[in-house]
């Protein structure tokens, strides 16, 4: 599987940028206001206000239904990895009941897979993870059906691999939802759409009355940015902000290491 893990910028970059962004916005309703602020004021300062409470009430519901989605898969990837350490640890257990020399080839395998199981923090990493990991899972499965041929009645080998299926359905679940189930484009487009009318509508509000609050406007702005900010970190397969715990699939590398030693000293 060729995967591409795109670079992004920073949440940093992203909360800044998009400050700057709707800053911008606002001065520039700001100043078309003032152009227009001899012109009939009081009707189209009604109007403003109408259209203002429209545009963020909209806008309100919207940061909230990105962040719901970009919040659940969120929790959709905690959720597979502890899965999957849990399925890793069932194989290896069941594995461990293989004879000989069919325990000695598949356990290996299993600790080296474990060990990239546990989420990478840069793209590059990601990449490299999940191409090996399917090769581990290749060279697994080759084993399981080279053992399922020698003893097909074996109910240890059924059981191994029924544990097996379920790690390669595991990895397929955590690749679609951590890498390509992300927060709809049109979503995200039409988020900062809405945002710029906003601010740009409340900088074109304050130009009619040719009165500024620039307080409250700024801390409106950048509310509405970090909001913005944080449903994109969410978003993230490997965002800085919010991290998906690898302590589950820590704790199964560490066991599985533990089952190891033994077998080394002798």
Known sequence: MQIDVEHRLSWEAVLAL???????????????????????????????????????????????????????????????????????????????????????????????????????STPEAISQAIERSEVLQGALWDEAVRVGRDRPESMVMQLFVESLDEILDLHESRVTVGLYQRLPRP??????????????????????????????????????SAVIMLIIELDRPTGTLFHVSTRAMEDVQRTLMQHQAPAAKD
Not at 188 to 210: A, E, H, K, N, V
């Open 187 to 224: 979503i995200l487009t039409m988020l900062y759409t809405l945002s710029i009318l906003t601010i740009s509508l409340i900088g074109w509000s304050s130009g009619l009355t040719r009165r500024r609050v620039l307080t409250p406007t700024v801390a409106v702005i950048l509310a509405i």
């Open 18 to 120: 998009t400050s700057a962004i709707l800053l911008l916005s606002n001065e520039f309703g700001y100043r078309f206001g003032l152009r227009h602020s001899t012109e009939s004021i009081e009707s189209k300062k009604a109007q403003a206000g109408v259209i203002q409470g429209a545009l963020l009430a909209l806008l309100g519901l919207l940061l909230a239904f990105s962040f719901h989605i970009a919040e659940s898969r969120f929790s959709t990837r905690k959720l597979l990895l502890r899965e999957e350490a849990n399925a890793i640890r069932t194989a290896y257990m069941r594995a461990e009941m293989l004879p000989e020399p069919d325990r000695d080839r598949v356990e290996p395998l299993l600790r080296e897979y474990v060990t990239l199981r546990i989420a990478p």
